[in-house]
């Protein structure tokens, strides 16, 4: 039998788009060889970035088999480098960097239903925020369905509290799940939609990095160990394993993994935890790599067998063959797909269609054009949906402008954000669903190639095509959108007590020329009335301005916007990640804010701000009336500190500006001049100069991931307690996802430690937040997370930074 495999996962990315495909004869022969194996290999770990891209590309190439990574979460919990997205949003572009790098070292993308809620310090810790057994069912399903011969774990079930909980944990549901995929008594309820699967071997992937540094692990007894050389040249793709697992890990560019290229022999580690040990070297000693299905096996020999590089056009009876064999036997089958795909490339065969339009709505007609170029030595019969059909002669590139009325009503949302995530887990109604990177949302235009007696359809995506002067061109999905969207600034606004003006941005994409907009909340608030608005174009934007006030004191409400046009009602905001690396995403979701009246005294101080890898503190600022300048560090003048009483440092403004280390000394002139310098987050690790504080300040990792773990005010009358705001215990309570982050590990005795804290079973903690008179004015460094407590409006962290900035009052 052929295996089961994938459904239609792989091929929901859009196959034919120009950037991505490789035709050249040798890559269409490397295809052919992965098609020869039929055996999965699976790599198993909890984030975007735990993968070892060394050993997925190694499968690929090298052993030429099926590799899937199974990433237990998305990664919405980690920082960003490269933008202002978190959470969900961060998981979007997390997913795509993933699809990224697997479309470079040629794996599959796999996830579990579980989202990233931060860090953790032990697996226990992790399962208190998952359900454990969800998370289970999911990984025992990911086997199921993707049949793994051996799976791979990134991390060691034994390393509680060694490392981050997630990972721990990925380790230990490795394990269970190993027992579990094959015992028809464990979920039953899968056993709908697949058979049950045991895999031979778990191995656990390890390196220097677990036994603490390169010299214990090269004196360690490495007899237990398979070691494998993932340093091959592959000279028929003219590059080595090593160099396209770099490119792969690069794609990882919100993490800050760009990377240089390695070349060299290099060895990976393979440590047995379940199964039976091999008898080799070799992980796969004993286990049969090829189909048991025998015509299938023989015909796919074959294929490679004839292969001719100079003329590969010569493979397609072997190909058409191949397709009849897998239509008869097994229409879903991964193989079926690639052996569609290798036709194409194999006969030069190209498709596209593509609108310059980046949107479209229901009912709307936007201009398209279709491309079909067939570069075949024959001409051919093309048909289409609507059942016209088209004869291109060898050598022709067809092109065609056609109108297009969107009907599908359905929105382009990301399957698993349709509903809101509940218990940290994502919301996957269809069974089916659940595993899948992304399920596209393309409108897809059906083309029929007639080979004689072979008729095959192809599915081609709707792409959104731009051609840009200085970039050449550039693919992107084309998205469906509802016919109004309505966006706020923020995701929430922070009242002090007086009325403010809230700005939405209001968007077309309907025929309709005529909305009426309004915002609504509760009694609590007083809003104004309603807007009507008048649009010339689809696509064109308007911000109208609202004024909200509240009525009573500290009060929590929700602001919703709707939209009323021809009769419909529209509440919905367009959220979109782009960036040049990933296919632009959008996630439509209500157009609902949160609002809150705090009561809140707000320091008279002149903020100026050096942005660091990206925070939100300067929005959350101004957003309660504090004026805050981004001070541009590239044209640096020591006169730009000249008007203010306030610097804060981005989060690791240190670890990504080489700027830092020469402004240095003017920054510290500001403070013994009387200016007070807030010092959020930097990482201990890649500091960009081990200067960072005028005093001694040194580093650590230490952080408390418990986001109500108990802080005790260490000198309970220090102004940053009480002045202007009167902080209390109550004040620490609902943060969110954790206390901070690289907490100070020594400091000069100037330094005063004002908070102590620390996570469950581990010694206190003072590096928190610390505080040093200097010169005339006072320096602060604190790993506290303001940059996500401020922006999610928790009230206690806004009064504690309220009054952390007051310390820079003392320049009047
Ligand atoms: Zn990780």
């Not at 590799?67 to 979007?92: D, F, P």
């Not at 001694?696 to 202007?724: W, Y």
Request: a neutral charge.
């Amino acid at each position: 039998m052929v295996k089961f495999l994938f459904g239609i996962a792989l091929f929901l990315c859009t196959p034919f788009s120009a950037q991505s495909v490789a035709n050249s004869s040798s890559e269409v022969y490397d295809d052919l060889l992965r098609l020869q194996n039929n055996t999965t290999v699976m790599y198993l770990a909890a984030h975007p970035d735990d993968e070892n891209t060394k050993i997925i590309s190694w499968l690929t190439h090298e052993k030429h088999v099926d590799a899937v990574y199974l990433s237990l979460n998305r990664g919405g919990g980690g920082q960003n480098l490269i933008g202002t997205e978190k959470g969900a949003l961060l998981g979007l572009l997390r997913t795509q960097e993933l699809l990224e790098a697997r479309k470079v070292d040629q794996g599959r993308q796999w996830f579990t239903r579980a989202m990233d809620f931060g860090f953790s310090k032990t697996a226990n810790e992790t399962f208190g925020f998952w359900d454990k057994q969800k998370v289970l069912s999911d990984v025992v399903w990911a086997i199921r369905k993707n049949r793994p011969e051996i799976i791979i774990t990134r991390f060691d079930p034994n390393s509680n509290g060694q490392t981050h909980g997630h990972h721990t944990a990925s380790a230990i549901l490795a394990m269970e799940a190993f027992d579990l995929a094959g015992d028809k008594n464990a979920f039953p309820e899968q056993l709908k939609y697949v058979k049950i699967w045991q895999p031979k071997r778990l191995f656990f992937n390890t390196s220097w990095w677990f036994y603490g540094s390169k010299e214990n692990f090269d004196k360690a007894d490495k007899k237990d160990l398979i070691s494998i050389n993932v340093g091959n040249y592959y000279p028929l793709l003219g590059i080595s394993n090593n160099e396209i697992s770099s490119k792969s890990r690069s794609k990882h560019a919100c993490q800050g993994f760009g990377m240089a290229l390695e070349r060299g022999n290099d060895l990976e580690y393979l440590k047995l935890l379940k199964g039976d040990p091999p008898k080799t070297n070799d992980i796969f000693d004993g286990i049969n790599l090829k189909s048991e299905y025998k015509p299938l096996q023989n015909q796919i020999d074959k294929t490679v067998a004839d292969y001719n590089f100079k003329n590969p056009e010569l493979s397609l009876n072997n190909l058409l063959q191949l397709y009849d064999l897998l239509q008869k036997d097994n229409p879903k089958d991964l193989k079926l797909e690639a052996v569609k795909d290798l036709i194409l490339k194999s006969q030069g065969i190209y498709f596209e269609w593509t609108t310059k339009n980046t949107f479209g709505t229901l009912n709307e007609e936007i201009p398209t054009i279709i491309e079909i170029a067939n570069r075949s030595g024959k001409n051919l019969k093309f048909s289409f949906d609507d059942a016209s059909t088209k004869e291109i002669s060898a050598g022709e590139d067809f092109k065609e402008n056609q109108k297009y009325k969107i009907t599908n009503e359905k929105i382009s949302n990301p399957y698993y954000l349709k509903k809101l995530p509940k218990d940290n887990l994502y919301v996957v109604e269809n069974q089916e669903d659940i595993g899948l990177p992304e399920i596209s949302t393309a409108i897809n235009k059906k083309i029929t190639i007639d080979f004689g007696s072979t008729k095959i359809d192809f599915n081609v995506p709707l792409q959104q095509k731009t051609t840009n002067p200085s970039i050449g061109e550039r693919y992107e999905p084309f998205y469906t959108v509802p016919a109004f969207v309505a966006n706020f600034e923020q995701e929430n606004y922070i009242f002090n007590a007086k009325a403010k003006e809230i700005t939405i941005e209001l968007q077309n994409f309907s025929g309709n020329s005529k909305a009426k907009v309004s915002l609504k909340s509760d009694k609590d608030w007083k809003i104004s009335p309603s807007q009507n608005v008048n649009f010339k174009e689809i696509g064109e934007k308007k911000k109208l301005i609202f004024t909200v006030e509240p009525l009573s004191k500290n009060t929590t409400s929700n602001l919703e916007a709707v939209v009323e046009s021809n009769g419909k009602t529209y509440n919905q905001s367009l959220n979109v990640v782009d960036y040049p690396h990933i296919k632009r995403q959008i996630w439509i979701k209500n157009a609902q804010v949160k609002i809150q009246n705090l009561d809140l005294k707000i320091p008279d101080v002149k903020i100026a701000y050096i942005k660091g890898s990206g925070d939100e503190i300067p929005s959350s600022l101004r957003a309660i009336g504090l004026p805050v300048k981004e001070l541009d560090i590239k044209t640096w003048n020591p006169s730009l500190l000249k008007n203010y009483d306030v610097l804060i440092l981005g989060i690791r403004s240190y670890n990504v500006n080489s700027e830092m280390a020469v402004i240095n000394k003017d920054i510290w002139k500001f403070v013994e001049n009387g200016g007070l310098i807030v010092n959020q987050y930097q990482t201990n690790r890649g500091l960009l100069t081990d200067e960072i504080a005028p005093l001694q300040l040194k580093l650590g990792g230490n952080r408390i991931s418990e986001e109500d773990a108990k802080l005790k005010m260490l000198v309970s009358n220090h102004p940053v307690f009480n002045t202007p705001n009167k902080i209390s215990e109550q004040d620490f309570d609902n943060w969110i996802q954790e206390r901070g982050l690289y907490f100070a590990d020594s400091w000069d005795k100037k330094f005063v430690p004002l908070l102590e804290g620390n996570d469950a079973g581990e010694s206190p903690k003072q590096g928190i937040l610390l505080v040093a008179k200097y010169g005339k004015g006072t320096y602060v460094y604190t790993g506290l997370s303001f940059f996500r407590e401020l922006p999610a409006g928790v009230p206690g962290a806004y009064k504690l930074f309220m009054n952390i900035l007051a310390l820079g009052n003392t320049k009047k």
